[in-house]
């Protein structure tokens, strides 16, 4: 019945028309109430804080304490403040770093693993380990491994005494790197873990398909699966692009995001929590953060959208 | 040909096709195996080494430095641990927040999802940009309005003995919820997206209301991207030591990861009570991830096998 | 679609139904477990009200001083017949979130720092003042502890607890061994270091991964080559950061650099002080906390220096001791109990109750008993007394949005490129400009 139904009438109307009216009180509660609260807790505050970035304030105090003072704070972030273009560098390495090695490695054992092997559970747990421990415990581990005088690396290395260790975590001009080594650590099981889903979700006819057509594995993966996937593609780079502008806790942890560690975030964290804090200042950094991630997500999110509107 | 063609040819002609690749296979099959296998204790290195360091008495790495052979190895520096930083106290404290932020998220995520991706309404685009962006928003940018709305809100005393929602697990679970309802909110919507549109409308052609097109039909069917999303987002929420930090005052009501801050200023540099310590706050996440693994990893094959 | 597939979704229907049931129940099961434990949680309060009841709070999150603090406190609890409830928080988050704290119904009592750090918070009325109780117990303190404990009202807000100074510590033993003489001047304290290389040992540790710990040189070599007056001016951002004066602070302490160790960044003061216990450093610049790490023998071989002089226009005028006592927050519930209580934590017995489990300070309470005291923190009296100033330390001395954001980051970029002193202070100078501005 339902194929001679919905081979005739054009959807839309036939949509239409079976919507109730308390169908359409459901469907409002159901957005509603859960855009109330995503506005009211996350997007309310983030307005606030932009308004905050053109104003002086430290903390304290009633809202009649806050001095207006323009675009100051942005011009101050500009010329006088040494951390941020540093931080807006490592920001953008660790983004590069991120799309062109984390996430590519990750997809890359996903395909791996997609396949019907033996052990595919342990090899996708181990992988996926990181991704389930805190950050601390991420932190602190690789400071296991890095420290210059008990720590793994070194010693394998045989280069603990003073004269000779490699100052993996303490040296700015090794330590990003470094730190992005146990960041990717947890990253490619992420995406592994992401892309896997995906993968299973593939339509195992378009692969049988290809197969006959006597396709080899690479070609299967790049001309049919790849393709296919586009939804997951998107959900795939948004989260590395969020991964890698949101890097904060790793880095706060080893040493509070200071020499060679410093990015935007943990600026901003640095400025806004503290003792007496430089809210309006912190809040331009924060802004500055938020053009950057929101100018990239819009770009894309645009594209995909105009695309299937088509 | 088209696919479906092909599909409904007799299976001679693909096990044709599989014959020609048996030994290419083996080989190749090796080969993957061994690459997998040393990637695998590649990255299971770093905690292995933790866990070790952690089994070993502080006495006798300062002796011996910590590349070395084991004289004794035991599990005192676990309950030593367990003991010094009150951990029981502080694994309830984190449960008591993601358990109910966890499910109350995914709810929520699933509601808008459906909302956004089975039916096509002025705002509809706006609405799902509207989450995404706001998952993108680091924590630090809505701190401080944050708390001071905290601070605004009054909840009666019987619920919050501050007399707002600073210092309460309601506040924090609230915030969870609304900060990472954003990401599940993305993901859903386009795994919904991809379920067929004459399931639901085959259900509205019989009579059924929105609520149970949701219900019935579409959230049993997203149920492996929900395992999925359960897994990541108990995970995030469980690791997440910020908004508990900033909106919480009271030492002991703040969850696990704090406590983990409070292992390192106590215990200096005996770096292997520290691991034990950090290794026993992973327990749950890892318990979390080795019972869901099965679950979600038949999901996921359940849903590769429909259709 | 075909046919098949409408099939298999109405007895897909079947399966759902079970599975609903599941879910439903997970759900009515998490509310169940979660809301009492919400209400348990939040619900329970006995505070406020009850005029015998003090709250408490504390950052000596270190088992040591935690210890030490109880044992003082239960004291106290008995001879003012009090109930204080103690709210522990790490250490440096404690710092950190002071600010939202005080703003957000703390605790009546909260253990803080004197000097400019403190009269920040006073200033913007976030604590409470403490006049009458200094006028009882004013005796007990020094003219130099009362001056740091004075808002800029005149008001005092501050009972000092203990406090410890900076020096150079070393081991006697290693000293003796190799016959090394006490230096007084820099040109003595230069030859020395010379000498320490010839022999094998790294000089000065050092450490700076924190941030913290490279403020104390820069103190005492601006205070021993400008003067007290004009490091307090600096701090208070009355003086100019690109004055000829500063830079030549950072270019005497290029000098000294080689003979620090190497990789500061990356290590934590505890690890240089185990370098120094292990005999592998000769001396280390730092608060007399550097105990801590000296434990069993190593902790009698311990001693001190003062930081030598560089001009003898000050000699060695200046000691710089941080102070660490306890404030009355801004709105307390108790406030009679509290005051109550800072009366006692003012007390010589309070103090030597404390000293006795957490040994590396010294009591504020000038007729403190002594007797109990080891050699070195007699010493550590000694040093403290015979100083005409007495400094806090960079970040207690100025404004803490200053020390933290600005000076923390500069003094780091210092170590890893000392050459290029013109343009730091250039830096440091600007952003002073439009921090103290407001």
């Given amino acids: 019945m339902s194929v001679a139904a919905s081979a005739n009438k054009p959807r839309q109307d036939r949509r239409r028309r079976l919507l109730t009216r308390r169908d359409v009180l459901t469907l409002g509660l159901m957005l509603g109430i859960p855009t109330f609260i995503h506005v009211l807790l996350v997007w309310g505050p983030a307005l606030s804080s932009i308004a905050l970035s053109f104003t002086r304030w430290d903390g304290i105090g009633g809202l009649d304490t806050i001095e207006v003072i323009g675009t100051k704070n942005y011009r101050d972030i500009a010329t006088i403040y040494p951390p941020f273009y540093p931080a807006l560098r490592h920001n953008i390495y660790w983004l590069l770093f991120f799309i062109g090695v984390a996430t590519p490695a990750g997809m890359f054992m996903a395909v791996l693993l997609d396949k019907e092997i033996r052990f595919t559970r342990f090899y996708q747990g181990a992988l996926f380990l990181p991704v389930v421990l805190s950050l601390a415990i991420v932190g602190f581990i690789w400071q296991l491994m890095y420290a210059p005088e008990q720590g793994l690396i070194n010693n394998v290395l045989g280069r603990t005494s003073q004269a000779n260790f490699i100052d993996w975590l303490g040296d700015p001009s090794i330590n990003l790197r470094a730190v992005l080594v146990a960041a990717s650590w947890r990253h490619v099981g992420y995406i592994m873990i992401l892309y896997l889903a995906g993968l299973k979700s593939v339509d195992a006819s378009l692969r049988e398909a290809a197969a006959i057509d006597g396709a080899t594995e690479a070609q299967t993966f790049f001309r049919v699966v790849f393709p296919v996937l586009k939804p997951i593609n998107v959900v795939i780079l948004v989260v590395t692009v969020i991964e890698s502008l949101r890097a904060f806790d790793i880095v706060y942890v080893i040493n509070k995001g200071t020499n060679g560690l410093e990015l935007l975030s943990v600026l901003v964290t640095n400025n806004i929590i503290g003792e007496a804090s430089r809210i309006g200042f912190g809040s331009a950094l924060a802004v500055i953060l938020l053009i950057i991630s929101l100018g990239f997500i819009l770009y894309y999110l645009f594209q995909t959208f105009r695309k299937e509107m088509r | 040909m088209s696919v479906t063609e092909r599909l409904n040819r007799p299976a001679v002609t693909a096990g044709a096709a599989e014959a020609v690749r048996p030994q290419r296979k083996r080989g190749g099959r090796a080969l993957l195996h061994g690459f997998l296998g040393l990637t695998a204790l590649a990255w299971l290195l770093p905690l292995l080494w933790a866990f070790y360091t952690s089994l070993r008495p502080y006495a006798e790495t300062a002796r011996r430095g910590y590349l070395s052979l084991p004289g004794t190895l035991n599990f005192n520096n676990y309950a030593t641990a367990w003991r010094d930083a009150d951990l029981p106290h502080f694994y309830w404290n984190t449960l008591v927040i993601t358990v109910p932020a966890l499910v109350l998220t995914l709810l929520l995520a699933s509601f808008v999802a459906f909302g956004v991706s089975r039916f096509s309404f002025r705002f509809n685009v706006a609405l799902l940009m509207l989450f995404t962006a706001g998952n993108l928003l680091p924590q630090q940018v809505i701190i401080t309005p944050l708390y001071r709305l905290y601070l605004l809100i009054p909840l009666p005393e019987f619920i919050s003995d501050t007399g707002s929602l600073f210092d309460t697990y309601y506040g924090i679970i609230a915030i969870h919820v609304a900060f990472q309802m954003g990401f599940c909110v993305f993901v859903l919507s386009n795994y919904m997206r991809t379920l067929p549109n004459e399931l639901t409308e085959a259900a509205m052609v019989d009579g059924a209301s929105v609520w149970q097109q949701f219900w019935r039909i579409v959230m049993p069917l997203t149920r492996p991207a929900l395992a999925a999303l359960a897994t990541l987002q108990f995970t995030w929420i469980y690791n997440d030591f910020f908004w508990a930090l900033v909106l919480m005052k009271s030492g002991d009501r703040r969850p696990i990861t704090s406590a983990l801050n409070n292992l390192e200023g106590v215990f200096f540099t005996n770096n292997n009570l520290i691991a034990a310590g950090a290794l026993l706050a992973a327990v749950p996440t890892l318990i979390v991830f080795f019972s869901l693994q099965r679950q979600f990893v038949s999901g996921l094959t359940l849903g590769a096998n429909k259709g | ?438």
């Fill in chain 3, 1 to 438: 679609m075909t046919e098949d597939a409408s099939l298999r979704n109405l007895q897909g229907h079947g399966v759902v139904i079970e599975r609903r049931t599941v879910l439903k129940g997970m759900l009515a099961a998490s509310g169940l477990i979660a809301f009492p434990s919400l209400a348990a949680c939040t619900g329970e309060s006995s505070t406020g009200g009850s005029s015998n009841s003090v709250t408490f709070g504390s950052n000596y999150s270190d088992a040591v001083p935690k210890k030490a603090l109880a044992t003082a406190l239960t004291a106290g609890e008995k001879s003012e017949n009090l109930k204080v409830e103690i709210n522990t928080v790490d250490h440096n988050t404690f710092q950190e979130q002071i600010n939202s704290y005080l703003q957000a119904d703390p605790d009546d009592v909260f253990s803080w720092f004197a000097g400019f750090r403190m009269q920040f918070f006073a200033e913007r009325a976030l604590a409470t003042p403490i006049t009458d109780v200094w006028d009882k117990i004013g005796g007990n303190y020094s003219e130099a502890l009362n001056k740091q404990s004075t808002g800029t009202d005149g008001e005092q807000y501050f009972i000092p607890f203990y406090y410890y100074p900076w020096a150079v510590f070393y081991r006697k033993s290693v000293f003796e061994q190799n016959g090394y003489e006490i230096p007084t001047t820099m040109d003595q304290f230069t030859a020395l270091a010379k000498q320490m290389q010839n022999d094998g040992l790294t000089p000065i540790a050092f450490a700076d991964k924190d941030g913290w710990p490279a403020m104390g040189t820069f103190d005492y070599i601006n205070m021993r080559q400008n003067g007290y007056d004009f490091h307090i001016a600096l701090m208070r951002g009355e003086e100019s950061w690109s004055d000829p004066k500063v830079k030549s602070v950072f270019d005497t302490w290029r000098g000294l650099l080689p003979y620090h160790q190497k990789g500061a960044l990356g290590r934590t003061w505890q690890d240089a002080a185990q370098t120094v216990v292990d005999k592998e450093a000769g001396m280390y610049l730092l608060g007399m906390f550097v105990g801590q790490q000296f434990t069993g023998l190593a902790a009698e071989d311990l001693d001190f220096f003062s930081f030598p002089e560089i001009n003898s226009e000050f000699g060695q005028d200046s000691v710089e001791a941080p102070i660490d006592g306890f404030m009355l927050s801004a709105d307390p519930s108790n406030e009679d109990g509290a005051k109550k209580l800072l009366e006692y934590l003012s007390s010589a017995e309070a103090q030597a109750t404390y000293l006795e489990s957490d040994p590396n300070n010294i009591a504020a309470n000038q007729d403190a008993d002594t007797s109990n005291y080891s050699p070195l923190q007699n010493k550590a009296v000694e040093l403290i007394g015979a100083a005409d100033n007495i400094s806090q330390f960079l970040d207690r001395d100025t404004r803490p949005d200053f020390a933290a954001t600005v000076m923390l980051p500069s003094l780091q970029e210092f170590i890893n490129n000392p050459d290029d002193v013109d343009g730091l202070t250039k830096e440091i100078e600007q952003q002073k400009k439009s921090i103290f501005a407001g």
